[in-house]
C-alpha cells in the first residue's frame, strides 16, 4: 500500500502561481511512476503530468505544457507540482497517484493503483 497526500491547493487569480505537494507513505515512493490528474465538476479525471521514479523523464498534458512542472525528491518522499501562469479553466480538484504502468500508458487514470483525497485549486479571473 502507498498513501498519498495532497496539500498546497487554494483560491489564486488568474496569472498566478501555486506549489502543490504529495507526500507519499507506505511502499517505497521511488519505485513508482507518479502522476497527477484533475478533476473538474461533472467531468472526466484529466491527465495533467507525470514523472518517472527516477525523475529522468516527465511527461505533460498539452493545455499545461510551458505553465507547469512536475518533479520529486525521492529521500523526502515528496512529489511537486509547480503551476504557472494560471487559467479559470484550471480550477479542479488536484490529485496525485502512483502506478507501475508504462511509460506509454501514464496518461491513464484507471492504471494508477494509489490516489491521494485531492486538493480543490480554484482560479478566478
Known amino acids: 500500500q502507498v498513501q498519498l497526500v495532497e496539500s498546497g491547493g487554494g483560491l489564486v487569480q488568474a496569472g498566478g502561481s501555486l506549489r502543490l505537494s504529495c507526500v507519499a507513505s507506505g511502499r517505497t515512493f521511488s519505485s513508482y511512476d507518479m502522476g497527477w490528474f484533475r478533476q473538474a465538476p461533472g467531468k472526466e479525471h484529466q491527465f495533467v503530468a507525470a514523472i518517472s521514479w527516477s525523475a529522468g523523464n516527465t511527461y505533460y498534458a498539452d493545455s499545461v505544457k510551458g505553465r507547469f512542472t512536475i518533479s520529486r525528491e525521492n529521500a523526502k518522499d515528496t512529489m511537486y507540482l509547480q503551476m504557472n501562469s494560471l487559467k479559470p479553466e484550471d480550477t479542479a480538484v488536484y490529485y496525485c497517484?502512483?502506478?507501475?504502468?508504462?511509460?506509454?500508458?501514464?496518461?491513464?487514470?484507471?492504471?494508477?493503483?494509489?490516489r491521494g483525497q485531492g486538493t480543490q485549486v480554484t482560479v478566478s479571473s
Open positions: 497517484a502512483a502506478t507501475r504502468a508504462a511509460p506509454t500508458r501514464l496518461t491513464m487514470w484507471s492504471l494508477y493503483a494509489y
